[in-house]
């Protein structure tokens, strides 16, 4: 598949038109510095960086895996992976290898030639994947209302889990304290370990779409139609609501290390990147939307890269490190 690779106008030059607490251009957003147009076929449905190497994958409607190699984000490769939409991709094995999941119902572990070491069926579509290395664990959530726990290193079912009735929205982990937060097509959202039991916290005012832990694990954040929700989790029945500049499904939010910045995406009747403050839901960075609905926002490990995926088919990329934000 040809990709149309562009580079929008220098972010230097954008920068000269930040204000104190939002970052504009043209009444538009900022450009990102690198646009992948036509990455992938349909839609371009989820990103991810690697934890150490300067990589990031993409997957599409298409089935198909890209990686791209920073800090240009020049095309590294592709291969056909899946049958249906890859809904979620994880490096592993110190960046050596790739995890997917699909509509197609299966989870893949990869090569970063696209050599095949592994698929394992998982009884229904997936719609949602976290992997932690750390503690040894894939956890992926399902159409089916399931939540299945892995064995990361030889992808071997743990355990099943089925707290919530309809598609699983979103799931979340957080490695130091091995909590796990999900969200279904119910309304509800549970958080609990990755075993289990799971309890539900105060219900949120619409659903749930996507789901993060704060970088120190105190809060958890989660995204509906125009606002966040935020739960405090010392006091699990502390719920917050935040208005923000999205005027949309906010379809994906992501913590910046410091957990001063949180990145999201929205669809359906709109499509911006913005860079928000977790503790507010204010803008501080717009970058520019996308031609059609937003898919997924990730951000690197450093914090440095951020990366967004669309309906329009492109994989876009920004170096925050470029943009002075007000703290």
């Not at 954008?14 to 970052?23: I, N, R």
């Not at 490769?77 to 249906?84: F, M, N, Q, R």
């Not at 994947?129 to 990361?152: C, K, Q």
């Not at 355990?159 to 598609?167: D, K, N, S, V």
Request: proline share 6%; with cysteine; glycine share 10%.
């Amino acid at each position: 598949m040809p990709i149309n690779s562009r580079a929008p106008r220098s972010l230097g030059v954008a920068t000269a038109f930040l204000g104190l607490t939002v970052a504009t251009c043209s009444g538009r957003g900022l450009p990102p510095t690198v646009v992948h147009d036509g990455a992938h076929t349909g839609s371009a449905w989820t990103v991810t960086f690697a934890q150490a190497m300067p990589l990031a994958a993409s997957g599409g409607a298409g089935g198909r895996v890209r990686l791209w190699r920073l800090p240009e984000a020049d095309p590294l490769g592709s291969w056909p992976a899946h049958e249906a939409p890859v809904t979620a991709l994880v490096f592993i094995d110190a960046d050596s290898a790739l995890l997917s999941g699909s509509e197609d119902a299966s989870l893949a572990r990869w090569d970063l030639s696209g050599g095949l070491l592994a698929r394992v069926a998982t009884a229904a579509a997936i719609t949602t994947m976290v992997a932690d290395a750390t503690n040894n664990v894939v956890i992926s959530g399902h159409a089916d209302g399931a939540v299945r726990v892995w064995r990361l290193n030889d992808l071997r079912l743990q355990h099943t889990l089925t707290p919530l009735a309809g598609t699983i929205r979103a799931v979340a982990y957080h490695s130091a304290s091995g909590r796990l937060a999900i969200s279904g097509a119910d309304g509800r959202v549970l958080i609990g370990p990755s075993g289990g039991p799971l309890r539900e916290l105060p219900r949120a005012p619409g659903a749930t779409f996507s789901l993060a832990f704060s970088p120190d694990g105190s809060t958890l954040t989660g995204s509906g139609w125009y606002r966040l929700y935020q739960w405090t989790l010392a006091n699990q029945r502390s719920l917050r609501v935040l208005p923000t500049g999205h005027r949309g499904l906010i379809r994906a939010v992501r913590y910046r290390p410091d957990g001063k910045q949180l990145a999201s995406i929205s669809r359906l009747t709109d499509s911006e990147v913005l860079l928000l403050d977790p503790g507010t839901g204010a803008t501080l960075v717009r970058l520019q939307p996308h031609d059609l609905c937003g898919r997924d926002v990730a951000l690197s490990p450093d914090g440095r890269y951020l990366a967004s995926a669309s309906d329009d088919a492109s994989v876009r990329f920004c170096d925050l490190s470029a943009l002075p934000v007000k703290q």
